[in-house]
């Protein structure tokens, strides 16, 4: 089996991304991420949609107004849909449309789709109301439900193919990517939508508070002085083909997804396993399904959510897979940037992915270089900048509560003189 | 699919117990048994529906104890005793297996530990959240106890796709199995029906009761005016046919297809217009695994008493057979109320070919729909059933399911 360092043709069969979209803290798009990811900073402070001085503690990563000028103003649903739902349709429309595609076109086109909170926000507001003796518009609600934001993407891009929203937790969005790759390699879709989003909403600000898993300072994954995670909101949607479908109809080759993999802890409702036994498993059988052997080079974008729990066994696990090969793997978590969009996580972290392995450089945890990670979660850590790394294989992990876990394996895209992919 | 994936197993929780005996003693009887919603929460209107089918607490018995489930939610309670009356169904006790994938479907989640959570958080404070009702509000909480009761470690999935969720968590269990990832799956449907849900249901008109006067859910009727909510689980065991008939396990059936579509003509809380596409993409699913409409000999429908819901139902199957060629529907919904448990334990129901009561609530054939649903006895001996389940929303999916053959299995 090679190591992880692929071969740049990828065969038809390969699943192709060719379309990213996204909508962070950074802003609403692509670029807006991407020179967000490059400064290094975090987006992590005191969020302004709800009043969290009730709370235990007071940070957030909020995604700020849309433009005016935005493309997806004129959609069908973008006025009556949730905080939740304009994030997915902004995202979905930037894929499809960067992926050169318009609402309508494919006749098998699917959306699979990860989230965990969907209007919640807007549910929170009538429950709110209700207990106020008001009489509070039931519309607001329609959305309401988990499949909210995949309907209201499907009806505005006209997609007629299959529609399946997941929700596990913090594995809701990888989980969406390694279906709709499945749906595409059984010949289910011709072109698939993938990502997820979720918004802040009050029940699990409080929630996470409760459990006593979120840093009152902004988030270190796998610093030593972590003190848990930092909610964030936002979207991530990836357009997926078969290499052989994207050529065809002269679409740019982003990255490729080569391989998935899932797995269930079984072991506590809300720790995960001591010595990540369950994220090994999922990392390796997305490698196998690569058709990849562990080796040297490639990074990891990995969940690290920087609790003290989660960063130690995942480090753990990282570990058990690649051995002695990890203290030349570089590994980041977007999380540290963008904070932890729960169920849309998965996906903004597959669209960061993407984009590092596109232009070969991965970016920074914010921090200190100098600090280095917690040797009780010993892993090469892109802390600060960014470092560059060849073209080569990635793997991205999410972690989920109730021990839900699922691994990608992307590559970069292949080298437009060799492949004849070019747009 | 490359290996044939065959049910195994399957079991029911529900407003009319645990069980298959139980489920198909209640369902040859009549119909469902509703019962007071409590509108102590103050969350309902004055005049509106009342009455929901809810399942009784004490009645899970030996397949949850009291102990082992009080810190979980209801949704969880019921997959964790359905998916042990599946394996125990499928004779393989309390154990599915170690790479066993667990794969739910729900269309609200735990509701009422978020409703109990709200109120922590906005009438109390936000620090009063309890720790472990949120840990159990999450959607997936019920396939996490799942598969930590059962030591399933094999992929976990939740799919919140409302009434298309059974049928497309059907065909994500077969996939899991057919391509090797897992042994086994366990298949859950689960759903709840509590008070501030039904409120909501009710506000928006979609309840048999929302418009006043009587609460009977009428699926296919020309008086139908809504669905009756109920709640409850039904799990089954998926595994490679081959597999199952070395161990000497006994074949429900097998899973021939699993297929879905999108309506985009759907509004966000209704059902759409567009039956002509929703059957057009049934028609090439269907192409794609070498089937034509005359190779489905039978039709489980999800309908489930609603005006616009029934009627798309009716359309799709009018198309896919024509006029005349549409087979009776078995109607699990008029039996068991909304959920998605109720739709997938008529499947299977159908597939053992056990006796059915005439569809309750049906007296009267819509001129404009077509279909007369099943009109009561043993079940037609029908080779391979559709079973359809159009969404709210939009979606809509489809599985096709072969009857065991005679001389396979025990």
């Known amino acids: 089996m090679p190591t992880l360092s692929a071969d740049p043709r990828w065969p038809d069969a390969t699943v192709a991304v060719t379309g990213l979209g996204a909508v962070t803290a950074w802003g609403w798009g692509v670029n807006a991420f991407l020179r967000g990811l490059d400064t290094g900073r975090t987006t992590i402070g005191p969020p302004r949609t709800f009043d969290v001085t009730g709370h235990r503690t007071g940070v957030a990563s909020e995604v700020g107004e849309p433009p005016p000028d935005g493309p997806w103003r004129d959609l069908a649903g973008w006025g009556e849909g949730s905080r939740c739902d304009r994030f997915a349709l902004a995202a979905a429309v930037e894929a499809w449309s960067g992926a050169g595609l318009r609402p309508g076109d494919a006749a098998r086109a699917g959306l699979y789709f990860g989230g965990s909170t969907a209007a919640m926000a807007e549910g929170e507001a009538f429950f709110q109301d209700l207990g106020a003796g008001g009489h509070p518009r039931v519309a607001p609600l329609a959305s309401h439900p988990l499949d909210g934001p995949a309907n209201a993407v499907a009806r505005a891009l006209r997609l007629g193919g299959p529609v399946v929203a997941l929700s596990s937790a913090c594995a809701s969005g990888g989980l969406a990517v390694a279906e709709a790759v499945d749906a595409l390699r059984a010949g289910d879709v011709e072109v698939a939508l993938a990502g997820g989003a979720d918004a802040l909403c009050q029940l699990t600000y409080a929630g996470f508070n409760a459990l006593r898993a979120v840093d009152e300072k902004p988030c270190r994954p796998f610093r030593a002085d972590r003190g848990g995670m930092s909610l964030g909101e936002g979207a991530g949607m990836l357009v997926l083909e078969t290499v052989a479908h994207a050529r065809a109809r002269g679409a740019r080759i982003r990255a490729v997804v080569l391989g ?3 797995s269930c802890d079984a072991h506590h409702m809300t720790a995960p396993h001591p010595e990540g036994e369950g994220a090994a498993r999922a990392v390796s059988a997305a490698l196998g399904d690569a058709g990849l052997d562990p080796g040297r080079g490639g ?46 996580s998965g996906a903004i972290e597959a669209v960061a992915t993407a984009l590092c392995l596109e232009r070969g450089r991965v970016h920074g945890v914010p921090g200190d270089p100098a600090d280095g990670a917690d040797p009780e979660a010993p892993v090469d850590l892109v802390l600060g900048g960014s470092r560059v790394v060849e ?28 492949g004849g992919s070019g747009s | ?47 509106g529906a009342r009455l929901a089918a ?72 936000p620090t009063a959240a309890s720790p472990a009702l ?64 039904h409120a909501i249901l009710d506000r928006f008109g979609a309840l048999a009761g929302s418009r006043g006067g009587e609460e009977v859910a009428r699926p296919f009727d020309l008086r139908r005016r809504g669905f009756l909510v ?37 509004p966000p809380a209704g059902w759409g217009l567009d039956p ?44 896919l057979w024509g006029a005349d060629g549409v087979p009776s529907p078995v109607v699990p919904k008029a039996y068991g109320g909304e959920h998605g448990g109720a739709l997938l334990s008529g499947a299977l129901l159908a597939l053992e070919g056990w006796d059915l009561a005439p569809t309750p609530g049906f007296a009267e054939a819509d001129p404009e729909l077509g279909p007369v649903p099943f009109a009561g006895g043993a079940v037609p001996t029908a080779g391979r059933w559709l079973v359809s389940s159009m969404a709210v929303g939009g979606a809509a999916a489809w599985a096709v399911l072969d009857r065991r053959d005679p001389g396979a299995g025990a």
């Open chain 1, 299 to 344: 990074f990891v974008n990995a969940h690290g959510t920087g609790t003290p729990h989660n960063d130690r066994a995942e480090a753990r696990a990282l570990a058990s897979v690649f051995g002695d090969g990890r203290g030349s793997l570089p590994v980041t978590s977007t999380k540290g940037v963008v904070g932890h969009l729960l169920g849309g």
């Open chain 1, 260 to 262: 998935r993999g899932a």
């Open chain 2, 134 to 197: 949120f840990t159990e509000s999450v959607a997936n909480a019920s396939a996490a106890q799942v598969a930590l009761r059962l030591g399933a470690r094999g992929p976990n999935v939740t799919i919140t796709q409302r009434q298309a969720g059974p049928l497309l968590a059907l065909a994500k269990g077969a996939r899991e199995v057919a391509s090797g990832r897992a042994s086994r799956a366990l298949v859950v449907a689960v759903d709840e029906a509590e008070p501030l849900l």
């Open chain 2, 276 to 319: 002509e596409h929703l059957a057009a993409g049934l028609a090439a699913g269907l192409a794609r695994h070498g089937l034509g409409p005359a190779d489905l000999s039978g039709w489980v429908s999800g309908a489930c008493g609603s005006v616009a819901g029934d009627r798309l139902e009716a359309a799709c199957g009018r198309l």
């Open chain 2, 230 to 266: 109920s709640e409850g689980a039904t799990a089954c065991v998926l595994e490679p046919a081959s597999a199952a008939l070395e161990r000497g396990g006994r074949v429900v059936g097998t899973i021939r297809a699993g297929l879905s579509a999108f309506d985009p003509s759907s």
């Open chain 2, 54 to 125: 809810r399942v009784d607490p004490t009645s899970l018995g030996e397949w949850l104890s009291s102990r082992e489930g009080r810190r979980m939610s209801p949704p969880s309670r019921f997959a964790v005793a359905a998916a042990r009356l599946a394996l125990d169904d499928a004779g393989l006790g309390d154990d599915p297996g170690p790479d066993t994938a667990v794969i739910t479907a729900t269309s609200y989640g735990p509701s009422t530990f978020t409703e109990s959570l709200l109120r922590q958080i906005f009438h109390e404070a």
């Open chain 1, 391 to 418: 073209r080569t294989v990635a793997v991205s992990t999410s972690l989920a509560f109730g021990g839900s876990n699922v691994a990608l394996v992307l590559a970069g895209p292949e080298p437009r003189a060799e």
């Open chain 2, 1 to 47: 699919m490359t290996e044939a994936v065959a049910i195994t197993g399957w079991g029911p929780v529900g407003p009319e117990g645990c069980g298959k005996g139980a489920l198909a003693k209640h369902w040859a009887e009549g119909g469902p048994r509703p019962v007071e919603v409590d509108r102590g929460g103050g969350y309902h209107r004055r005049r």
